[in-house]
């Protein structure tokens, strides 16, 4: 029995927020700002994938850590955290080369500056 008054100003409320909006349609901005400078975009080229990554131990007990890249490069550091040197290879064939060192390919067995070194 107390459900019917409850239910009367439920309906009553709900009326009212309703006819609050009116019957106008409401008109939506679609201009975007950035529309033609993103059509007119160069495309977007993401960064090199790593194709290897190993750690290398040589034959006078130094270890090499090597991340290889899918665009010809590698980045070759003496300490696991360290500063790494980036190494080029010259038309996709190795040996990768730069600022004092050499690898000589994207293998479990290389030479690393003529030293003999493995995974």
Same mark, same amino acid.
């Given at each position: 029995? #107390?459900?019917?008054? $409850? ?60 991340? $290889? ?48 070194? #493995?995974?």
């Amino acid at each position: 029995m #107390h459900k019917k008054p $409850f239910l009367t100003a439920a309906s009553a409320a709900a009326l009212l927020t309703l006819g609050a909006c009116g019957g106008e349609p409401q008109t939506v901005n679609t201009y975007d700002a950035q529309a033609e400078a993103l059509k007119n975009a160069a495309p977007v080229v993401l960064p090199p994938a790593i194709t290897a990554s190993r750690t290398y131990r040589c034959s006078d007990n130094s270890l090499y850590y090597v991340d $290889f890249y899918d665009n010809n490069t590698a980045l070759i550091r003496t300490t696991q955290e360290g500063m790494p040197t980036s190494l080029t290879s010259a038309d996709g064939t190795a040996p990768y080369a730069g600022e004092g060192y050499t690898v000589s390919a994207n293998a479990e067995n290389v030479r690393i500056n003529n030293l003999s070194c #493995h995974v």
